[in-house]
């Protein structure tokens, strides 16, 4: 069920629907459960008994989580019952125009990024999504002056009807989430719904470096407005002579971005196009581009010990995150990694580890990025047992200069319950040292 499960039934009640909970866990361990029904909604938990489609059921609404291979979901499709996610729902109740914004990567530094550039401009924004409040949960409250923000994941998308959102953004497309997709075209298949339901009325904001997103654009009906870090592009937006571009203006110059990390102009470009058709000022966007240094978790400064920089880049859970990270820095990193094991070997990383001078690593990969570490002729390599043990060991080993990394290639899941959850542990290791 978890929080969107449970915003998603509180609204149903309140719209009149007659609303039945199922959740896996136990009902004695399950305290969102109990609560709704004391509120007085039929609650099954324990299982996924078949027999509740027999209650004539008219819609599932399921947690993004939930593989579509469960038995029970895969009864419902046979008996034709629609399943969508709650990003449904809140499209449907929301009076406010939706923002979606999806890719691999990237996505909450956008997301936060547009948020802080419409405010700043006065369009009254609210965030939602995996980022923030539960969509639906935002959307019960919303006007028409406002608009809301919404981080969207392929999951989510994979469980729309008639969502439709006022500007759609791909970011870029990595392989990822193979575990629940199967295949990159499927993964790419699910994000490309952003668009599916967009009409002339709409813009579809599209990454012109990533052929692969430019492909899955192909069906939107959007008016197309496109992004590049490398080539002009005179109807869109694009880095000119040292400076940020839309549709022909100068907004700002590199150099006046704090921002740090190459990686981040395509965000910052995505977000900035939004801003702008979305009518904010030049000078809101460049006052946010002179302050906003990044989101927690997402290649996070957290502090200097002995002219030693740690940054926490716990929400990089795929290997294009972590390369991302890895071009970011100049000085010498030593690198923090590993997590749940998808199936995927890390090969690619290799290029990226030209200036990482050693690597610790635990969880499920770590025999894995032992052994690319080791193709990559690195030196300093160590299997430790937990985030904690890195940061202990990293620091021993560190010179004055190094950058240590906490980047770890991976989903938390092995370990921890949320990559959150690995990015806070990190940082109070990284004050213990004090």
């Not at 869109?236 to 002579?241: E, H, I, R, T």
Request: charged share 25%.
């Amino acid at each position: 069920m978890a929080k969107s499960g449970y915003a998603a039934a509180v609204l149903l009640k309140k719209l009149g629907a007659n609303v039945i909970v199922n959740d896996g866990k136990p009902l004695a361990e399950n305290p969102l459960a109990t609560e709704l029904q004391s509120q007085g909604i039929e609650v099954v938990c324990g299982g996924h008994p078949l027999e509740l489609l027999e209650k004539n059921i008219s819609v599932v609404v399921k947690n993004p989580g939930i593989p579509y291979s469960n038995p029970l979901l895969v009864a419902a499709k046979k008996k034709n019952i629609p399943i969508i996610t709650e990003v449904e729902l809140a499209y449907r109740i929301s009076d406010a125009p939706l923002i979606g914004i999806t890719g691999s990567n990237g996505k909450t530094t956008t997301t936060t990024l547009t948020f802080e550039m419409l405010k700043e401009g006065e369009k009254h924004p609210v965030i939602a999504g995996n980022i923030g409040m539960v969509a639906c949960e935002v959307a019960q409250g919303v006007t028409e002056q406002e608009v809301v923000v919404t981080e969207l994941s392929s999951f989510q998308l994979m469980g729309i009807d008639t969502f439709q959102p006022k500007i759609a953004v791909l970011l870029n497309l990595f392989e990822a989430h193979l575990d629940y997709h199967g295949t990159k075209e499927e993964y790419g298949l699910a994000k490309a719904n952003i668009f599916k339901n967009q009409n002339e009325n709409d813009y579809s904001i599209i990454n012109a470096d990533d052929e692969e997103v430019i492909m899955l654009s192909e069906q939107s009906k959007g008016q197309k407005v496109y992004f590049s870090t490398t080539k002009v592009i005179e109807d869109g937006a694009c880095v000119k002579d040292g400076a940020l571009y839309f549709k022909g203006e100068k907004v700002i110059d590199v150099q006046d971005i704090v921002l740090p990390g190459k990686h981040n102009l395509e965000n910052i470009l995505a977000a900035m196009s939004i801003a702008k058709l979305m009518g904010a000022a030049n000078e809101a966007i460049i006052a946010v581009l002179k302050r906003f240094t990044g989101v927690k978790h997402r290649l996070e400064y957290v502090t200097t010990i002995q002219n030693r920089k740690f940054y926490n880049d716990s929400k990089a859970t795929n290997m294009l995150a972590t390369e991302k990270a890895l071009s970011a820095f100049t000085k010498p990193v030593i690198l923090l990694a590993g997590g749940l094991d998808r199936g995927n070997e890390f090969d690619e990383l290799i290029p990226y580890f030209e200036n990482v001078k050693a690597l610790f690593t635990f969880g499920q990969t770590a025999p894995k990025l032992v052994e690319v570490a080791e193709k990559a002729g690195m030196k300093g390599i160590k299997c430790v047992d937990n985030v904690e043990q890195a940061v202990q060991e990293a620091f021993a080993l560190s010179e004055e200069g190094d950058i240590i990394l906490l980047s770890p290639a991976c989903a938390s899941w092995d370990q921890f319950k949320t990559f959150e959850e690995r990015g806070d542990m990190f940082i109070q290791a990284v004050h213990k040292l004090v």
